[in-house]
């Protein structure tokens, strides 16, 4: 019996060395020292044994069981120590190599094309502010000559929301131009005033390659004594050189606004064919970039101004219309897509 116990220790033991990884050490030990184990069965022989033997017997598979279990505590060990040693291996840093730059992101184009426009008023003594998106209807509308049932009214498609107050129904929309800052700032500024209004608006209308349900627009207003069409040219004609070059030439023309009279069109000749008619401009040697018009004295007068004493110009252009002209993009829907490939050209 001892003999048989001394070739199984030796066995294990030789078995345990070859054991290199940690899941080999445990299929090891469930060999020998797991419930169903060679050392287990040999202590399942004990009361098969002569009662002379089984002292002596019981003994010996308790000393090799102790010795197994220590080979086995040092073999685990040992290869812990080299896991540990090949996982920092692995993971070693070259501390002398460069370091990857970080992806740096940048302006969406049609930000760009809102600071560059708000920058080139400000240049004129221009303040930019900003208003709320969700409006009153009496700012976004009526405020601005555009009554109830007014037929400018189907101008705007617009997103209405129901509010509730002491007062009653007081009807609430995602506002469909920057124009109602016009009311607020006249409301709450005396004469001088000068603002451009950056922000975004909304209009419940199909998407297609020129239209979409959210836009910037940048509105214009400025008031004074003595303020003429001919400063509102003046202005527009320097903003248009500011931005599309020192040798634009500008068109105005006749058009329709409600809270404007008189009101007018602004285009500048074509940059790509400088005139002569092409894709771009419709074969007109013209693009059109924006509406103006010299304020409404009705919209003076519900603002506590004297059209007597003051007047004023108003104009409004797209951001996204003007960055389209800028780059010659044909969809307005590629800004708004979040497809890197487009943005990063910017």
């Not at 399942?44 to 044994?49: D, M, N």
């Not at 370091?99 to 600071?115: A, E, I, Q, S, Y």
């Not at 129901?162 to 500024?189: A, C, F, W």
Request: with cysteine; glycine share 8%.
């Amino acid at each position: 019996m001892t003999a048989v116990l001394e070739e199984m220790r030796r066995g294990a033991l030789l078995e345990l060395e070859k054991a290199e990884t940690l899941a080999a050490v445990e299929c090891w030990r469930l060999s020998y020292l797991g419930k169903k184990g060679a050392v287990a069965q040999a202590l399942a022989r004990i009361p098969g044994l002569p009662p002379a033997d089984r002292r002596s017997f019981g003994a010996a598979v308790n000393d090799i069981k102790r010795a197994l279990e220590a080979a086995l505590e040092e073999r685990r060990k040992t290869l812990q120590e080299v896991e540990v040693a090949r996982s920092v291996e692995s993971g070693r840093i070259d501390v002398t190599l460069p370091g990857r730059r970080p992806l740096m992101g940048g302006l969406h184009p049609v930000t760009k094309m809102v600071r560059e426009i708000c920058a080139a008023f400000a240049s004129m003594g221009f303040q930019v502010v900003e208003g709320p998106e969700v409006e009153w209807d009496y700012y976004n509308f009526e405020a601005l000559n555009i009554p109830k049932d007014h037929p400018a009214r189907d101008m705007w498609d617009t997103f209405w929301m129901d509010y509730k107050n002491e007062q009653g129904d007081r009807p609430m929309l995602l506002r469909t131009h920057t124009s109602p800052m016009q009311i607020r700032v006249m409301e709450k500024t005396r004469p001088p005033v000068r603002v451009v209004v950056p922000g975004r608006c909304y209009r419940y209308e199909a998407t297609d390659a020129t239209h979409e349900s959210m836009l910037y627009q940048i509105e214009g207003l400025a008031v004074d004594e003595g303020i003429t069409l001919a400063d509102l040219k003046g202005t527009l004609y320097e903003f248009a050189k500011k931005l599309f070059g020192k040798e634009r030439r500008v068109r105005f023309r006749c058009d329709y606004f409600p809270f404007v009279e008189p009101g007018a069109e602004m285009a500048i000749d074509c940059f790509a064919c400088q005139g002569k008619g092409c894709r771009l401009c419709s074969d007109t040697g013209w693009i059109e970039i924006l509406g103006a018009g010299m304020v409404h004295p009705d919209v003076l007068r519900r603002v506590g101004y004297d059209p007597d004493v003051f007047t004023g110009f108003a104009f409004g252009l797209g951001a996204e219309r003007v960055t389209m002209l800028r780059y010659d993009i044909e969809d307005i829907r590629h800004f708004y897509a979040n497809d890197l490939r487009f943005l990063r050209q910017f």
